[in-house]
């Protein structure tokens, strides 16, 4: 089976040019056959709003966010949202991009003991 | 020697062509393999990196897997192996410039030799020779992709 590793992701719309890398560097991890979950967090969570991705841009003139998390997720990057935090910005599971599954808190830590490695953005 | 499309298709390399690979066997039994003409042009040109897991260095690799990552600004995919093996050695080359993958994919910018586990079986299904090039222009044709 392969190795697991996880990235949390707190950065959010407030903070553009920290939310590509990110992205990148979990798809990047699929090409490296590792298992790869993103936990949102905090305001990374916003970044899952159906539409707001679109207009969150890392750089000017270049791809916007949802951009990116498409391309992790077509690579096989699963993204899980804290429960929490979707109370925390007043958003509805049903307001979040299709293909996020909802989580509490233990499961973060508990897939934390099992992975290689985890990453904080 | 072959150009489909503006991409360079030499005939006397094995193509794994959905993954856009090659390997060709060289001295000791070994298998030189690498990404075609191709993947250097879907990668988007101006490569940031070529990585060969380290970890996998004497590890068998199979058929498909990763044996190596692409990273570019705009792009970030697996080198999936033509065919299983154990990897024996990367492209030291590929650290100073990962360029050179792109710009001499068949030569200089080889990326790792391997040790096939089960040449004759696999050989097989790689597309060679005239007629592997003639399904690799088909597959460039279906998908519409051009080198030039």
Redesign the interface.
Known sequence: MDDKVMIIMTSGPDTPRRCATPFFFASLAVAMDYDVTMFFTIDGTLLLKKGLAETIFPKTGGKPVSSFMQEALDAGVKFTACTASTELHDLQPSDLIDGVKMVGGAFMWQLAEDCKTVLNF | MATIRGCNLPEDLYYLIDKHVWAKPIDGGLLRVGITAVAAKLSGGKLAAITV?AKNIGQEVKQG??LA???SSKF???VPAPVTGVLVRANDALAANPNIAVSDPYGEGWIAEIKPSAWDAEKDKLATGASGVASYQAKLEADNISCS
């Open positions: 897991k897997k990763s990552t692409v990273e970030v995919g697996p």
